[in-house]
């Protein structure tokens, strides 16, 4: 086990990364451990150090210990673009609470990782390498699914395991609760490391398996690109539209798909739902796409899941299994004799309570 010796001092940076994460003021932070407002900012900006009565307060509130405060744990640095995936607009408050949560997976994943010589993923050599941004075609994104597939030897078939794909590739995937934060997934460079997390809470394993494909897609597609390029409004349009093309092509090949679609009624999506395990509306969309459902069709489609009140939920949503991440939970399994020790003694390294409310699935 790493010896972890404390710092010199109180990490202001760390009080602004938790009160960050909890989405709360300066203001709420100070009614809820009884000190001033005009200390809590004097304490972020490093004005002023906290005594240890103090730094216990805060540490009660944020559900740490006091410890966090003080030791050398950093905390991870974003080293690229952070990619979010939600559904409506989303204040810039919530963005940060997301982020910051993938941060505190990944403070916990690295101890782990760095524990048990677990190695992580670079970018494969098909993935672009530009830092230009422009609109790809669709043929590349085409041939970028299917290295991925031609990599692990998948076929033209279902993919029976989205989750364990992005494992294999190195990505660390984390599920979350983000509903409060109504963000489905996020992407994040941090310390040269991909993570990918995705709001498990609600959703049917369909939706998250293309979250997961769509994110993946921006990893490979799209992770030389600056943040200020990737949120221009023009182009942040046709890159989301292109990591949707992407998730589409990787879970349902031209050729496989085809080969199965030998009827478009409602009836036969069904059952291609099943087998397929995406969405009857991403079935739909696909089809259209490569040309085995006419317009007219996809319209008369979209109407009928408009009428039948499936556009938040559809038929067999509880029957498929959601694939969990299991790369941490295996290798805790099979390279240590008491997981629970490690994580008990990670929890103390960084400073975690062993009983804390803080979202961190392990």
Not at 3 to 17: E, Q
Not at 32 to 50: A, W
Not at 88 to 98: D, R
Not at 232 to 248: L, S
Request: net charge positive.
């Amino acid at each position: 086990m790493t010896v972890i010796s404390m710092s010199r001092g109180f990490d202001a940076n760390k009080l602004i990364y938790l009160r960050e994460m909890k989405g709360c003021t300066q203001q709420e932070v100070a009614e809820k451990t009884f000190l001033s407002s005009q200390y809590i900012s004097q304490f972020e900006h490093g004005d002023r150090k906290p005594n240890f009565q103090q730094i216990m307060k805060m540490a009660d509130f944020f559900e740490v210990d006091h410890t966090f405060f003080l030791n050398n744990i950093v905390i991870p640095q974003n080293t690229g673009t952070t990619f979010y995936r939600k559904l409506q607009k989303v204040p810039k408050k919530k963005y940060i609470q997301a982020e910051r949560q993938t941060k505190w997976f990944s403070m916990f994943e690295q101890v782990i990782s760095s524990e048990l010589g677990l190695d992580y993923g670079r970018l494969p050599s098909f993935a672009n390498q530009r830092e230009i941004v422009e609109m790809l075609d669709e043929n590349y994104i085409e041939d970028m699914a299917k290295k991925v597939r031609e990599r692990f030897d998948l076929g033209n078939g279902p993919i029976s395991n989205v989750t364990l794909l992005i494992e294999r590739l190195g990505i660390r995937v984390n599920f979350q609760d983000l509903s409060s934060e109504h963000i489905d997934a996020l992407t994040d460079q941090l310390d040269n490391r991909y993570y990918i997390t995705v709001n498990k809470v609600n959703r049917p394993s369909v939706r998250i398996r293309f979250d997961l494909a769509h994110e993946l897609g921006h990893i490979l597609l799209h992770s030389k690109y600056s943040a200020e390029k990737v949120n221009n409004v023009t182009n942040h349009r046709f890159i989301e539209a292109e990591a949707n093309y992407f998730a589409g092509a990787l879970l349902m090949p031209a050729e496989g798909l085809a080969m199965d679609m030998i009827s478009t009624n409602m009836e036969y999506l069904l059952s291609l739902k099943s087998h397929w395990k995406v969405s009857i509306a991403a079935i739909i969309y696909r089809g259209c796409q490569i040309g085995l459902i006419t317009d007219q069709q996809a319209l008369f489609l979209r109407q009928t899941i408009a009428r039948k009140k499936w556009r938040i939920k559809e038929p067999y949503d509880d029957e498929i299994e959601i694939e969990n991440p299991t790369f941490l939970n295996s290798a805790l399994k099979y390279k240590t004799n008491d997981p629970d020790k490690l994580i008990r003694s990670i929890n103390t390294i960084i400073g975690r309570k062993n009983f804390s409310n803080l979202k961190l699935l392990t």
